[in-house]
C-alpha cells in the first residue's frame, strides 16, 4: 500500500488551488497578482503590485527575494515572508468559524474546508474570515476533501461530483458513540456503519472467546478483539519457549536437560551448553593411554571438570590396546584381556559398556526423567516406558473455553513448567484444579468499555478488569486521512499504537489492487471504489471470457518472447492469448509453445513457460493475468501440445501406415492411375534405397552421440516429464 509523505499532502493541497483563480502562474514576489489577503479574487496587476506580506498576517523577509516564485498564496508566503509571532495564529486560536469563542487551541474549518497546514503555526488568525483564509483551503471536488470525526468517506467519495462538504462526500460514523455490551466487541467494519448505530450492528461477540487452542498453543493478542472464523490460524500462536527449546549442544558429549523446552535462564544469561546441556561421560571418549571408568556410563561432567580426570583412569602396558580409542557405548576390556602385540581394533580391545537412555529420544508427549542417563538398562533396548515419563506440564494442558467461560492459558515458562496435579485429576484431562493453575479467566471480555474506546489486543491475560487494563481509543479514530485516500474499513478497532497515513487510511479505487487467477481485472476497474476491495469489487472470473486462464509468475519486460506462467494445464500452441486483459497494457499474442522453461541443468530450476510468436509490447509485471481466448464458433476439445519430446496421439480410427508403404504412398492413393507407370519404378527403387542408407548413416551417428551425452538425454526426459505433468 503506497502513503502519501509530506511532499505528497501539500501536493494535493496545492491541487484544490488550481481550480481557484487567486493564482498567477508567472508570479514572483517582485512582481505578483496573488492577492494576500486569500481567497479566490487575484488582485488587479498594477506596475509596482507585489505580494504584502503585512496583509498575508506575517512580515516580510529580513533579505529582499524578489525573483522567489510566488504563484498562489501558500507559495507567496513560503518563499516571500517570514514566521512573525502573534498571540492568535492556527493552532492557538480562541476564534471559531462561527464567530463564538472557544479556550485556546487549533482552529477548526468550517464544512467544505480543508485544513491548510502551510505556515499554520505562524499565520495569524484572529477573525473568522481571516482564519479562513490563513488556515483554511477550499478544495475542488470531494475526491480531495477531507472528512474529519466523526464523519468517514463514502464509499464513491473520489467519483462524487459537486462542491464538497461533508453531506456530499462523508457519512456520519454510526458506532462511534455506541458502547458495546458486556461480552462483546466492536465489528472491524463498524466505522462505516450508517444511519442510527446500536448494538446489534456495531457490536459481536469476540470468535476466538469459545474456541479452544489446541496443545502446544496459546490465544494469540488478536484473540480478544477477533471477529470472523475461530479457528487455531485466527486465533492462536505458539505457546512461550525456553532459549533452550531451539538450542543445540556444541559438546559432541552434550545433551539437552530433560526440562530444556520450559527451562528459566537467570536474568540477562542466554542459550549456551552451561545453561542449557548436561554432559556425559557415557558419550566421552577416552584418549589414548586411558580407560573409562567402570561407572562411567552414569557420571556428568559438571561445569569446571576435566572430562578426561571425571571419566577416566590410566592405563599402562605395552599392549597395543593401551592406546587404542574405543567408539562411543563401549570401554575397554580388562588388561589382562588384551592381545600383547598385533593391530588395535574395537573387537580386540573394547567391550560394550551397557544400554542406558543417554541417546533415546522420548516420544511425542512425553520427556526424559529427571535422571534418566543414571538408569542401567542391564542390556534391554531403551523406550519411553524405561527412559521417560509422561507430559504431566501445564505446558501440554488445555485451557478448555465454553460459551459460559473463557479461559486463556497462562503464558509464562514459570506457569508451563508447572507439574499438573493427580488430586482428582487424570493426567491432562480437564480438571478444576489444573484450571486454577494453568489457566485464567479473561475478566476483560466482560468489561464494558467506554464508547468510543475499544477493547485492546492481548487484554485476555490482565488479571484486574479497568480502563487502563481493557480499553484504548482506536488508533484512527481522530487520525484524518489526506484526500483521495479515505479510512479504512476496519479503522475503528485498529490498535497498532501509530496512527498515520498508511496504517488508518487506504486508496479506494481498485487501481492498486491484484486479483487472483481465475480472477482478472474487471472493465474499467480504475473507476471501481470501495471502502473494502475485493476480487468481487475490482475482478471478474477470466473464465467467463476465456477457457483457461493463469498468471505471471515474474515480470517480463517488452520485447520478451515467453512467459512464466503458474500453469500451462489445457494451453495450446497457436491459440490466441491476452495478457493483462481490461488494463491499460493489455495486449494479445500467440502461443508457439507450451512446455517448461529450464533456467539450469537442475531439474528443480524449471518454470512453466508459453513461448510466443511475436515479441511483447509492453513490460508487464507478477501476477499479470493471461487468457486464452475461446475458439468462435464452436466447443472444441483440447488438442496436443506442442511440446518437444511427447508424441500426438491419432485421431480415433485412423490406420498408421508401415514406412516403406509411407514412401510410396502416391501408389495406393493413385489407384487405377498407377496401371501403365511401371517404367518409373526403377527409378523410385533406387531413390528409396538412397534415403534408407542415408537414414542408417544417420542412425549410427546419432547412436555415437547418445552414449557420449547419455546423462544430458536423462535430463531431458526428465523435463519432458515433468511438461507432460503440468500438461495433465
Given at each position: 500500500?503506497?502513503t502519501?509523505?509530506?511532499?505528497?499532502?501539500?501536493?494535493?493541497?496545492?491541487?484544490?488551488?488550481?481550480?481557484?483563480?487567486?493564482?498567477?502562474?508567472?508570479?514572483?514576489?517582485?512582481?505578483?497578482?496573488?492577492?494576500?489577503?486569500?481567497?479566490?479574487?487575484?488582485?488587479?496587476?498594477?506596475?509596482?503590485a507585489?505580494?504584502s506580506?503585512?496583509?498575508?498576517?506575517?512580515?516580510?523577509?529580513?533579505?529582499?527575494?524578489?525573483?522567489?516564485?510566488?504563484?498562489?498564496?501558500?507559495?507567496?508566503?513560503?518563499?516571500?515572508?517570514?514566521?512573525?509571532?502573534?498571540?492568535?495564529?492556527?493552532?492557538?486560536?480562541t476564534?471559531?468559524?462561527?464567530?463564538?469563542?472557544?479556550?485556546?487551541?487549533?482552529?477548526?474549518?468550517?464544512?467544505?474546508?480543508?485544513?491548510?497546514?502551510?505556515?499554520?503555526a505562524?499565520?495569524?488568525?484572529?477573525?473568522?474570515a481571516?482564519?479562513?483564509?490563513?488556515?483554511?483551503?477550499?478544495?475542488?471536488?470531494?475526491?480531495?476533501?477531507?472528512?474529519?470525526?466523526?464523519?468517514?468517506?463514502?464509499?464513491?467519495?473520489?467519483?462524487?461530483?459537486?462542491?464538497?462538504?461533508?453531506?456530499?462526500?462523508?457519512?456520519?460514523?454510526?458506532?462511534?458513540?455506541?458502547?458495546?455490551?458486556?461480552?462483546?466487541?466492536?465489528?472491524?467494519?463498524?466505522?462505516?456503519?450508517?444511519?442510527?448505530?446500536?448494538a446489534?450492528?456495531?457490536?459481536?461477540?469476540?470468535?476466538?472467546?469459545?474456541?479452544?487452542?489446541?496443545?502446544?498453543?496459546?490465544?494469540?493478542?488478536?484473540?480478544?478483539?477477533f471477529?470472523?472464523?475461530a479457528?487455531?490460524?485466527?486465533?492462536?500462536t505458539?505457546?512461550?519457549?525456553?532459549?533452550?527449546?531451539?538450542?543445540?549442544?556444541?559438546?559432541?558429549y552434550?545433551?539437552?536437560k530433560?526440562?530444556?523446552?520450559?527451562?528459566?535462564?537467570?536474568?540477562?544469561?542466554?542459550?549456551?551448553?552451561?545453561?542449557?546441556?548436561?554432559?556425559?561421560?557415557?558419550l566421552?571418549?577416552?584418549?589414548?593411554?586411558?580407560?573409562?571408568?567402570?561407572?562411567?556410563?552414569?557420571?556428568?561432567i559438571?561445569?569446571?571438570?576435566?572430562?578426561?580426570?571425571?571419566?577416566?583412569?590410566?592405563?599402562?602396558?605395552?599392549?597395543?590396546?593401551?592406546?587404542?580409542t574405543?567408539?562411543?557405548?563401549?570401554?575397554?576390556?580388562?588388561?589382562?584381556?588384551?592381545p600383547?602385540?598385533?593391530?588395535?581394533?574395537?573387537?580386540?580391545?573394547?567391550?560394550?559398556?551397557?544400554?542406558?537412555?543417554?541417546?533415546?529420544?522420548?516420544?511425542?508427549?512425553?520427556?526424559?526423567?529427571q535422571?534418566?542417563?543414571?538408569?542401567?538398562?542391564?542390556?534391554?533396548?531403551?523406550s519411553?516406558?524405561?527412559?521417560?515419563n509422561k507430559?504431566?506440564?501445564?505446558?501440554q494442558?488445555?485451557?478448555?473455553?465454553?460459551?459460559?467461560?473463557?479461559?486463556?492459558?497462562k503464558?509464562?515458562?514459570?506457569?508451563?513448567?508447572?507439574?499438573?496435579?493427580?488430586n482428582?485429576?487424570?493426567?491432562?484431562?480437564?480438571?478444576?484444579?489444573?484450571?486454577?493453575?494453568?489457566?485464567?479467566?479473561?475478566?476483560?471480555?466482560?468489561?464494558?468499555?467506554?464508547?468510543?474506546?475499544?477493547?485492546?489486543?492481548?487484554?485476555?491475560?490482565?488479571?484486574?478488569?479497568?480502563?487502563?487494563?481493557?480499553?484504548?481509543?482506536?488508533?484512527?479514530?481522530?487520525?484524518?486521512?489526506?484526500?483521495?485516500?479515505?479510512?479504512?474499513?476496519?479503522?475503528?478497532?485498529?490498535?497498532?499504537?501509530?496512527?498515520?497515513?498508511?496504517?488508518?487510511?487506504?486508496?479506494?479505487?481498485?487501481?492498486?489492487?491484484?486479483?487472483?487467477?481465475?480472477?482478472?481485472?474487471?472493465?474499467n476497474?480504475?473507476?471501481?471504489?470501495a471502502?473494502?476491495?475485493?476480487?468481487?469489487?475490482?475482478?471478474?472470473?477470466?473464465?467467463?471470457?476465456?477457457?483457461?486462464?493463469?498468471?505471471?509468475?515474474?515480470e517480463?519486460?517488452?520485447?520478451?518472447?515467453?512467459?512464466?506462467?503458474?500453469?500451462?494445464?489445457?494451453?495450446?500452441?497457436?491459440?490466441?492469448?491476452?495478457i493483462?486483459?481490461?488494463?491499460?497494457?493489455?495486449?494479445?499474442?500467440?502461443?508457439?509453445?507450451?512446455?517448461?522453461?529450464?533456467?539450469?541443468?537442475?531439474?528443480?530450476?524449471?518454470?512453466?513457460?508459453?513461448?510466443?510468436?511475436?515479441?511483447?509490447?509492453?513490460?508487464?509485471?507478477k501476477?499479470?493475468?493471461?487468457?486464452?481466448?475461446?475458439?468462435?464458433?464452436?466447443?472444441?476439445?483440447?488438442?496436443?501440445?506442442?511440446?518437444p519430446?511427447?508424441?500426438?496421439?491419432?485421431?480415433?480410427?485412423?490406420?498408421?501406415?508401415?514406412?516403406?508403404?509411407?514412401?510410396?504412398?502416391?501408389?495406393?492413393?493413385?489407384?487405377p492411375?498407377?496401371?501403365?507407370?511401371?517404367?518409373?519404378?526403377?527409378?523410385?527403387?533406387?531413390?528409396?534405397?538412397?534415403?534408407?542408407?542415408g537414414?542408417?548413416?544417420?542412425?549410427?551417428?546419432?547412436?555415437?552421440?547418445?552414449?557420449v551425452?547419455?546423462?544430458?538425454?536423462?535430463?531431458?526426459?526428465?523435463?519432458?516429464?515433468?511438461?507432460?505433468?503440468?500438461?495433465?
Open positions: 500500500m503506497r502519501l509523505g509530506a511532499a505528497s499532502a501539500f501536493a494535493l493541497f496545492s491541487l484544490s488551488a488550481v481550480a481557484q483563480t487567486n493564482i498567477d502562474t508567472s508570479g514572483k514576489c517582485g512582481k505578483s497578482k496573488v492577492n494576500p489577503v486569500g481567497g479566490t479574487a487575484a488582485q488587479r496587476l498594477t506596475k509596482g507585489i505580494f506580506c503585512v496583509n498575508a498576517g506575517i512580515s516580510a523577509k529580513a533579505v529582499a527575494t524578489p525573483l522567489s516564485d510566488c504563484k498562489d498564496f501558500n507559495s507567496c508566503k513560503l518563499n516571500c515572508c517570514k514566521a512573525t509571532t502573534a498571540s492568535l495564529t492556527c493552532s492557538s486560536t476564534v471559531t468559524a462561527t464567530g463564538a469563542t472557544q479556550t485556546l487551541g487549533n482552529y477548526v474549518c468550517p464544512d467544505g474546508y480543508n485544513d491548510n497546514t502551510a505556515l499554520k505562524t499565520s495569524i488568525c484572529t477573525t473568522a481571516l482564519c479562513n483564509s490563513m488556515c483554511c483551503s477550499k478544495p475542488a471536488s470531494c475526491a480531495l476533501y477531507n472528512c474529519r470525526n466523526p464523519f468517514v468517506a463514502k464509499p464513491d467519495k473520489p467519483l462524487v461530483a459537486g462542491a464538497p462538504n461533508n453531506r456530499l462526500c462523508c457519512q456520519s460514523q454510526a458506532c462511534f458513540t455506541i458502547q458495546c455490551p458486556a461480552g462483546q466487541v466492536k465489528k472491524p467494519q463498524s466505522g462505516l456503519v450508517t444511519g442510527v448505530g446500536s446489534a450492528a456495531c457490536c459481536s461477540v469476540p470468535s476466538c472467546s469459545t474456541f479452544t487452542c489446541p496443545v502446544g498453543r496459546v490465544k494469540n493478542a488478536a484473540a480478544a478483539t471477529v470472523g472464523t479457528d487455531d490460524a485466527n486465533c492462536c505458539n505457546q512461550a519457549a525456553s532459549l533452550c527449546a531451539a538450542y543445540k549442544c556444541v559438546s559432541p552434550a545433551t539437552l530433560f526440562n530444556h523446552l520450559t527451562l528459566v535462564l537467570p536474568a540477562g544469561e542466554k542459550a549456551d551448553d552451561v545453561q542449557c546441556c548436561l554432559k556425559h561421560c557415557f566421552f571418549q577416552c584418549p589414548g593411554g586411558y580407560a573409562k571408568k567402570a561407572n562411567s556410563a552414569s557420571l556428568l559438571n561445569n569446571g571438570e576435566t572430562p578426561t580426570t571425571k571419566c577416566c583412569d590410566t592405563l599402562a602396558g605395552t599392549s597395543p590396546c593401551v592406546q587404542f574405543c567408539p562411543i557405548g563401549q570401554i575397554k576390556k580388562p588388561a589382562a584381556e588384551f600383547a602385540t598385533g593391530t588395535a581394533t574395537a573387537a580386540a580391545c573394547c567391550k560394550s559398556s551397557g544400554t542406558n537412555c543417554v541417546q533415546y529420544r522420548c516420544s511425542a508427549g512425553y520427556r526424559h526423567k535422571k534418566s542417563y543414571a538408569i542401567d538398562l542391564k542390556g534391554v533396548a531403551a519411553d516406558k524405561l527412559c521417560c507430559e504431566n506440564l501445564c505446558s494442558y488445555q485451557c478448555v473455553s465454553t460459551a459460559q467461560q473463557t479461559l486463556v492459558k503464558n509464562d515458562l514459570a506457569t508451563l513448567g508447572k507439574v499438573l496435579s493427580t482428582g485429576c487424570i493426567g491432562t484431562k480437564q480438571c478444576s484444579k489444573n484450571d486454577a493453575l494453568c489457566c485464567q479467566k479473561d475478566v476483560c471480555l466482560a468489561y464494558q468499555c467506554p464508547a468510543p474506546m475499544v477493547k485492546k489486543t492481548g487484554s485476555q491475560l490482565v488479571t484486574v478488569a479497568s480502563n487502563k487494563n481493557c480499553c484504548q481509543n482506536p488508533t484512527c479514530s481522530d487520525w484524518q486521512c489526506v484526500a483521495p485516500y479515505v479510512k479504512r474499513a476496519d479503522f475503528a478497532t485498529i490498535n497498532s499504537g501509530v496512527a498515520d497515513q498508511k496504517t488508518c487510511c487506504h486508496n479506494p479505487t481498485c487501481g492498486g489492487y491484484e486479483c487472483k487467477a481465475p480472477f482478472i481485472k474487471a472493465p476497474y480504475q473507476t471501481k471504489t471502502a473494502v476491495l475485493s476480487d468481487a469489487v475490482c475482478c471478474i472470473n477470466g473464465n467467463t471470457v476465456g477457457d483457461v486462464v493463469t498468471d505471471l509468475q515474474t517480463v519486460a517488452a520485447g520478451d518472447k515467453y512467459l512464466p506462467v503458474a500453469s500451462v494445464a489445457n494451453f495450446q500452441s497457436g491459440r490466441e492469448i491476452v493483462d486483459k481490461n488494463t491499460a497494457v493489455e495486449e494479445t499474442n500467440v502461443i508457439l509453445k507450451v512446455g517448461v522453461r529450464r533456467l539450469s541443468s537442475g531439474r528443480s530450476l524449471a518454470v512453466n513457460s508459453l513461448d510466443l510468436k511475436t515479441p511483447l509490447k509492453y513490460t508487464h509485471g501476477g499479470a493475468s493471461i487468457v486464452q481466448v475461446l475458439l468462435s464458433g464452436a466447443t472444441t476439445t483440447p488438442g496436443p501440445t506442442d511440446t519430446g511427447i508424441t500426438s496421439t491419432p485421431p480415433p480410427g485412423a490406420v498408421k501406415l508401415p514406412w516403406w508403404r509411407r514412401i510410396f504412398q502416391w501408389k495406393y492413393s493413385a489407384g492411375r498407377y496401371h501403365g507407370k511401371k517404367k518409373h519404378m526403377s527409378s523410385m527403387l533406387a531413390l528409396g534405397g538412397g534415403i534408407i542408407a537414414m542408417a548413416v544417420l542412425l549410427a551417428v546419432q547412436g555415437i552421440r547418445r552414449v551425452t547419455r546423462a544430458s538425454s536423462r535430463e531431458l526426459e526428465m523435463d519432458v516429464e515433468t511438461t507432460q505433468e503440468a500438461l495433465e
